[in-house]
Structure formats: structure tokens, C-alpha cells
């Protein structure tokens, strides 16, 4: 059921709104589903909820925009093709899919307001991380970064904990990977928040405090349960 309803939302009208807000032909692309099959239920439900909630609002090319400062979410990801003669392919952006639907679980689940909440947290020439949350004072209570596989969160965690907490360093990374995780661990050590949260499909999930040392001041990754994330747990603390 879930499925069969991303992909009715994501076909006809509102991807047609996108190409031609691109400047495209809307007649020459088709959505494909493919992606979609990706995407557990659990997601999706928490993405619907999100939108039907209102805790975004859809801009007029059907990207998505949360209440705090930050950048868009693109619901689409367009595809190479694979007939130089045939249509466009635009199938689903599994990670903001799940990004979306993390703000709904921001909400319900660990108490904040959406207006505390941003999508695409721009760092220098960077876009580090996918959903932050900021406290009452304008401080980042929560920066979360969102991957589309489980062993993609596993590798991330892995990488920032030996960056931040000074562990021997992880086997080579390839270069594209290094300079997705590198800009990631440089914006943690510069503007720390309280939590970092790396989530990935089907409420897959790391959750660790960020903590500073005393010699240096430096901060430190530190496992935590997921009550972490809750509000009263960040504003506390």
C-alpha cells in the first residue's frame, strides 16, 4: 500500500511541475519506480505523515522545505539514460524520502517543534548534513545524517569516531567516499552540536553525545540509546 502510494505521488502532475520548472519538456519524462522498492513502508509512512502534518510546505516545483534555515529537499533523482531516444527517467531520492520523514519523527517522537527544525545544513561550500534541530537559543541541539543503506551509516560512525576520538585511522577510503565523510567530521569538530544522529532505511540508526575534553576541548563521539535524541534529553543536558 505504501509503496503503491509514493509512487502515485511522485508520478503525473507534480513531476511534470519539476521538469518544467527545470526548463524541460514534461512530455519527455516518465517516473520509474525502481527506487521505490528500496524504500521500506516505514519510511514512507513517516514521509506522508511529515507533508499531511505540515511540517513542511512544497514549493510550486514539488521540492520540499522545513521552517528553519536550510536548504531544499529534492524528492526525485534523475536517471542516466539508458535509450539516448527514448524518455527521461526520474525515479525516487531514497535519501530524502527518509530525510522527510525524519522531521515527522522529530516531531512525534522526540518532542520538538517543527520549527526547529532545517533540511540541508549549509557549512562554508558545504552541505554536511540533512536535518538539523536547533534549541531554544539558536544553538544546534541535532545535526543527522541521513544514508540509503545501513552499511553506509556503519562506515560513516566508523570514519567520524576515529576522526574525533583520535582511533587508528579506517582502512582507505575511495576518494568520493572520503570527501562525502571528510566535510562531515570537520563541521562536528568546528560548530559541535549536542547530539549527532546518522540514520539510515527502516529506522536503522546511530545516536552518539557529543562531549568535549578537558585538556583539549576537543569533542568526542559518544554511543548513546535513541531517548538521546529527545528533546528534553538535548535542552537538559
Not at 17 to 38: H, K, P
Not at 106 to 127: T, Y
Not at 196 to 224: C, H, M, Q, S
Request: hydrophobic letters at 40%; one cysteine or more.
Amino acid at each position: 500500500m505504501w509503496k503503491e502510494k509514493l509512487e502515485e505521488f511522485l508520478g503525473g502532475p507534480r513531476l511534470a511541475r519539476m521538469e518544467q520548472s527545470l526548463g524541460r519538456d514534461a512530455a519527455q519524462y516518465v517516473f520509474d519506480s525502481t527506487n521505490i522498492s528500496r524504500i521500506p513502508d516505514f519510511d514512507i509512512a513517516w514521509f506522508f505523515r511529515a507533508i499531511e502534518a505540515g511540517y513542511l510546505r512544497e514549493l510550486p516545483n514539488g521540492d520540499f522545505i522545513a521552517r528553519q534555515d536550510g536548504g531544499v529537499e529534492r524528492v526525485y533523482w534523475h536517471l542516466n539514460k539508458s535509450d539516448p531516444q527514448g524518455p527521461g527517467r526520474v525515479t525516487a531520492a531514497v535519501e530524502a524520502i527518509i530525510a522527510i520523514g525524519a522531521v515527522a519523527r522529530m516531531v512525534e517522537q522526540f518532542g520538538w517543534e517543527a520549527d526547529r527544525i532545517g533540511l540541508q545544513f549549509k557549512w562554508g561550500r558545504h552541505w554536511p548534513f540533512d536535518l538539523t534541530i536547533r534549541e531554544a537559543d539558536g544553538g544546534i541541539g541535532i545535526q543527522c545524517e541521513v544514508k540509503t543503506r545501513a552499511a553506509e551509516v556503519d562506515s560513516l560512525c566508523q570514519y567520524l569516531q576515529n576522526i574525533l576520538n583520535g582511533a587508528p585511522p579506517v582502512a582507505k577510503l575511495p576518494a568520493k567516499t572520503k570527501s562525502n565523510f571528510e566535510p562531515k567530521a570537520m563541521c562536528l569538530i568546528e560548530t559541535p552540536p549536542k547530539v549527532f544522529w546518522a540514520l539510515g532505511p527502516d529506522g536503522y540508526e546511530k545516536v552518539f553525545r557529543v562531549a568535549r575534553t578537558e585538556e583539549t576541548n576537543r569533542p568526542l563521539l559518544i554511543a548513546a540509546e535513541n531517548n538521546a535524541l529527545h528533546r528534553l534529553h538535548v535542552e537538559g543536558s
